[in-house]
């Protein structure tokens, strides 16, 4: 059970059968009346933020979440398998349950899997990623001072954007969470 007392950004808990984390909270204690807790919701499954007050010392069950590391194998159309590294077993998962970051997947990544009663909600991409830029526009004597963008194919498909003076074949690292440039690996 986790009560309003117990709340902090991130906490988890399980509102009409269904997980949310808390974005914001906040406790309020006005002049007159009781004090309550007024908080900023996100829906696991479906990614929707719910705003709303809850009296103080109010509890909650926690959800069933559990958190396991599954390593990336291959993607067949819109399916994509992955194995659990603690027991080898494997599962598909859909494209469009993935998210927008899917295309940065390579190949043996390991990433994060968010299980609610054993069933895949949320998958999580490491932070950075190291690709290979297969397929960008040259770069021209000068560019370097400017701080122009352009596009750039890297290796798994996906096209992000790098500074003007990286040319096809370097490594590059990528913010998962933003699609950006990071730096160049050497």
Not at 94 to 101: C, T
Request: charged share 30%; glycine share 8%; aromatic share 10%.
């Amino acid at each position: 059970m986790i009560s309003t007392a117990d709340f902090r950004n991130g906490a988890r808990l399980e509102i009409d059968g269904q997980p949310y984390h808390i974005v914001e909270f906040q406790h309020v204690k006005p002049g007159k009346g009781p004090a309550f807790v007024r908080t900023k919701l996100k829906a696991y499954k479906t990614g929707s933020v719910l705003d709303r007050t809850f009296r103080s010392g109010e509890k909650f069950e926690e959800p069933d979440l559990e958190e396991c590391e599954m390593q990336f194998l291959y993607s067949g159309g819109d399916e994509y398998s992955f194995m659990d590294t603690s027991n080898y077993e494997q599962i598909a998962y859909s494209k469009d349950r993935l998210g927008e970051n899917v295309d940065l997947l390579k190949e043996n990544t390991v990433v994060k899997f968010l299980l609610y009663h054993g069933e895949p909600i949320i998958v999580e991409l490491p932070i950075f990623m190291e690709l290979k830029v297969v397929e960008t526009d040259p770069g021209f004597r000068g560019d370097t001072a400017t701080g122009g963008t352009k596009p750039a194919k890297v290796e798994t498909g996906a096209t992000v954007k790098v500074p003007l003076y990286l040319e096809s074949g370097e490594m590059i690292k990528i913010d998962t969470r933003t699609r950006t440039f990071v730096e160049r690996v050497r």
